[in-house]
């Protein structure tokens, strides 16, 4: 599940997942809208779901 957060004048997101057991984090920021942080994330999302799968 991503967190989308507004940090000064951009938005940042942040997606939670546990990979060999310990959990990660990946984030990114610098984007315009929360509508441009919230695709990324969801992108993100869907390349991690992927690899588990593999």
Known sequence: MASIQKRGDVWKYEVNHT?????KRVSKSGFKTKKEAERAAYEVEL????????
């Not at 990979?19 to 959990?23: A, I, L, Q, V």
């Not at 390349?47 to 593999?54: I, M």
Request: proline residues 0%.
């Open 47 to 54: 390349n991690l779901r992927s690899q588990r799968r593999e």
């Open 19 to 23: 990979e060999d057991g310990k959990r």
